[in-house]
């Protein structure tokens, strides 16, 4: 669990000191690229206040587990992202999968205690 809570908020923080770059090979403006990074906060307050409701009496381990292959899933596709859409999609991806882990997450912790 430490790995992915390392690795959502690199996820989450890098894409702010690549703006250059990622406008470079996407051939976007600044401002443009810097909606990825509004997109996947929006995508995960939504997820975050949403998820426990609809998760509902699934195992908390699952969910993860699943956040956690959409982290993954999001990363490669943001890597390898050839347009701006494909970019969008994959930050859209990483909010979800930071809401619903941070959500998800908190819950699980305090069952470990």
Same mark, same amino acid.
């Given at each position: 669990? /430490?790995?992915?809570?390392?690795?959502?908020?690199?996820? =989450?923080?890098?894409?702010?000191?690549?703006?250059?770059? %990622?406008?470079?090979?996407?051939?976007? /403006? =600044?401002?443009?690229?810097?909606?990825? %990074?509004? %997109? @996947?906060?929006?995508?995960?307050?939504? /997820? *975050?206040? /949403?998820?426990?409701? +609809? !998760?509902?009496?699934?195992?908390?381990?699952?969910?993860?587990?699943?956040?956690?292959? +959409?982290? !993954?899933?999001?990363?490669? %596709?943001?890597?390898?992202? @050839?347009?701006?859409? $494909?970019?969008?999609?994959?930050?859209? $991806?990483?909010?979800?999968?930071?809401?619903?882990?941070?959500? $998800? *997450?908190?819950?699980?912790?305090?069952?470990?205690?």
């Amino acid at each position: 669990m /430490t790995l992915c809570v390392f690795v959502l908020i690199a996820s =989450e923080f890098m894409p702010v000191s690549l703006l250059t770059p %990622i406008t470079r090979d996407l051939g976007v /403006t =600044e401002g443009l690229a810097g909606q990825g %990074i509004a %997109i @996947s906060g929006a995508l995960a307050v939504l /997820t *975050s206040l /949403t998820l426990s409701t +609809l !998760a509902g009496k699934m195992n908390r381990k699952f969910l993860l587990l699943g956040m956690t292959v +959409l982290m !993954a899933v999001s990363g490669l %596709i943001i890597a390898l992202a @050839s347009s701006y859409l $494909m970019y969008m999609v994959g930050r859209a $991806m990483i909010g979800v999968a930071i809401g619903g882990f941070w959500s $998800m *997450s908190a819950a699980t912790a305090i069952r470990l205690v």
